[in-house]
């Protein structure tokens, strides 16, 4: 059974830097690895993701420029270095992997079926 666990949220002033952590249970060698966020009363949006295969990375508009996506040599924890930190930027983080079969929670973002997720870690940005 997948797992995953975020860390690394906390709360920072407007301009400053987390940097999240998302432990899989297994080493991630394939399929995509993505990061997203969820305000109250607002869609969940997709912030970031990591294609393990190639090491490929895609952002949105929001994030470009400011978050970095990357995974550590032992390939099974992925990081979310947030810089630049915006107030809008407040929301619960969630660490998501691809999943081959279906599953309660999964849903399809840009052709990949994000089927796990973790607990989320909450991020705080004041101004």
């Known amino acids: 059974q997948v797992q995953l666990a975020e860390s690394g949220g906390g709360s920072v002033q407007a301009g400053g830097s987390l940097r999240l952590l998302c432990e899989h249970t297994?080493?991630?060698?394939?399929?995509?690895m993505g990061w997203l966020r969820q305000i109250p009363g607002r869609e969940r949006e997709t912030v970031s993701a990591l294609y393990a295969g190639t090491g490929g990375t895609w952002y949105a508009d929001s994030a470009e420029g400011r978050f970095t996506i990357s995974r550590d040599s032992d390939k099974n924890t992925v990081f979310l270095q947030m810089d630049s930190l915006k107030p809008e930027d407040t929301a619960m983080y969630y660490c998501?992997?691809?999943?081959?079969?279906?599953?309660?929670?999964?849903?399809?973002?840009?052709?990949?079926?994000?089927?796990?997720w973790g607990r989320g870690t909450q991020v705080t940005v004041s101004s």
């Open positions: 297994t080493p991630i060698r394939s399929g995509c």
């Open positions: 998501a992997s691809e999943a081959k079969q279906r599953t309660l929670l999964g849903f399809v973002w840009r052709g990949v079926y994000f089927g796990y």
